[in-house]
């Protein structure tokens, strides 16, 4: 089979942990490991988010006194899929995958006009506490958002409309080498005759989601610092969501910073192959796949069908799920 993993930036650095480089090669090793069987068996191209490292390369540009300014987020961007994709594919090679292994910096092209521009939801960099959010949107004119019980910056992230090297990437899987792309969503650009870096973030999963549309995958795998998919989350309710039938998502709500993108690239890629989808956890890839750990997502009832079990709520109103 041919699969496309993402995996989210928050797992190769946990939320609160100090961004040692060292921190994060233990969670890339880990994150290998856990891949190095579906490797070993499948087709398989992986993707990466970035928002704690980008956004910990954009705080130290913006105190950097030897800049005329900061280096914008798109050239951050391909920084940080560089140093992760080199972690990934060194690490994937030590986890006993014997298969070539390429990482590849790309560059996503977005729509100028794209309205993402100028309502910023893409969460970057380390968590604060309010006062520390307030303070540094103040000194730095960010926009900072709530997330979960902490604040974080919030940049633009525009709708991926493709990958400039999609074709190269389709043409080294179907040769046999396991890739490393689209890492952080792809460094964003615009296309007028030139391309050209804007400053942004794109969505890792929704680009993830284009990319196995685009490479006819079989699966495609989100995995992230949280087990599965939670109905009532945060509330001693909370339990996960083991099976979400596609035609049931929209009776449901998700946060726009976090889940809420995961669910829409599993929608969109559901909806355009007819194949399953999972969220869960970075060391349950094997089980994802299989269906037995995480959230799996496809078409459990037949269209016009509903199969109830999925809103979590006898009323039938929707329900906040997330992670």
């Given at each position: 089979?041919?699969?496309?993993?993402?995996?989210?930036?928050?797992?190769?650095?946990?939320?609160?942990?100090?961004?040692?480089?060292?921190?994060?090669?233990?969670?890339?090793?880990?994150?290998?490991?856990?891949?190095?069987?579906?490797?070993?068996?499948?087709?398989?191209?992986?993707?990466?988010?970035?928002?704690?490292?980008?956004?910990?390369?954009?705080?130290?540009?913006?105190?950097?006194?030897?800049?005329?300014?900061?280096?914008p987020l798109d050239t951050?961007?391909?920084?940080?899929?560089?140093?992760?994709?080199?972690?990934?594919?060194?690490?994937?090679?030590?986890?006993?995958?014997?298969?070539?292994?390429?990482?590849?910096?790309?560059?996503t092209v977005v729509d100028?006009?794209?309205?993402?521009?100028?309502?910023?939801?893409?969460?970057?960099?380390?968590?604060?506490?309010?006062?520390?959010?307030?303070?540094?949107?103040?000194?730095?004119?960010?926009?900072?958002?709530?997330?979960?019980?902490?604040?974080?910056?919030?940049?633009?992230?525009?709708?991926?409309?493709?990958?400039?090297?999609?074709?190269?990437?389709?043409?080294?899987?179907?040769?046999?080498?396991?890739?490393?792309?689209?890492?952080?969503?792809?460094?964003?650009?615009?296309?007028?005759?030139?391309?050209?870096?804007?400053?942004?973030?794109?969505?890792?999963?929704?680009?993830?989601?284009?990319?196995?549309?685009?490479?006819?995958?079989?699966?495609?795998?989100?995995?992230?610092?949280?087990?599965?998919?939670?109905?009532?989350?945060?509330?001693?309710?909370?339990?996960?969501?083991?099976?979400?039938?596609?035609?049931?998502?929209?009776?449901?709500?998700?946060?726009?910073?976090?889940?809420?993108?995961?669910?829409?690239?599993?929608?969109?890629?559901?909806?355009?192959?007819?194949?399953?989808?999972?969220?869960?956890?970075?060391?349950?890839?094997?089980?994802?796949?299989?269906?037995?750990?995480?959230?799996?997502?496809?078409?459990?009832?037949?269209?016009?069908?509903?199969?109830?079990?999925?809103?979590?709520?006898?009323?039938?109103?929707?329900?906040?799920?997330?992670?």
């Open positions: 089979m041919r699969i496309v993993v993402a995996l989210g930036g928050n797992a190769l650095l946990l939320r609160g942990e100090r961004a040692d480089a060292s921190v994060q090669l233990h969670h890339v090793e880990a994150a290998a490991r856990a891949l190095a069987p579906l490797a070993a068996e499948h087709e398989l191209v992986v993707c990466h988010g970035n928002g704690p490292q980008i956004g910990l390369l954009a705080l130290e540009s913006e105190a950097d006194p030897s800049l005329t300014r900061p280096y951050l961007g391909a920084e940080t899929q560089g140093m992760i994709g080199y972690w990934l594919a060194q690490s994937l090679r030590n986890a006993g995958v014997r298969k070539p292994v390429l990482a590849v910096v790309t560059q100028a006009a794209d309205p993402a521009f100028a309502e910023p939801t893409k969460f970057i960099g380390p968590i604060y506490d309010r006062a520390q959010a307030d303070r540094l949107a103040e000194l730095n004119g960010w926009t900072m958002a709530a997330d979960g019980s902490h604040w974080r910056r919030v940049v633009a992230s525009p709708e991926p409309l493709r990958l400039v090297e999609q074709e190269s990437v389709e043409q080294l899987v179907s040769g046999g080498t396991i890739v490393v792309c689209a890492g952080g969503g792809g460094a964003p650009v615009v296309d007028d005759g030139q391309l050209r870096g804007v400053e942004a973030v794109v969505d890792k999963d929704l680009t993830s989601a284009a990319l196995a549309i685009a490479l006819k995958a079989d699966h495609l795998l989100l995995l992230t610092d949280v087990p599965a998919v939670m109905s009532d989350y945060g509330m001693p309710t909370e339990e996960p969501l083991h099976h979400l039938d596609v035609a049931e998502l929209g009776h449901l709500s998700f946060p726009a910073g976090s889940m809420g993108p995961k669910i829409e690239a599993c929608r969109r890629f559901v909806e355009a192959t007819g194949s399953t989808a999972g969220i869960g956890a970075l060391t349950d890839a094997a089980g994802l796949l299989a269906g037995t750990a995480g959230t799996t997502v496809g078409r459990l009832t037949p269209r016009g069908g509903r199969s109830g079990s999925c809103t979590g709520s006898s009323s039938g109103g929707p329900v906040i799920v997330g992670s």
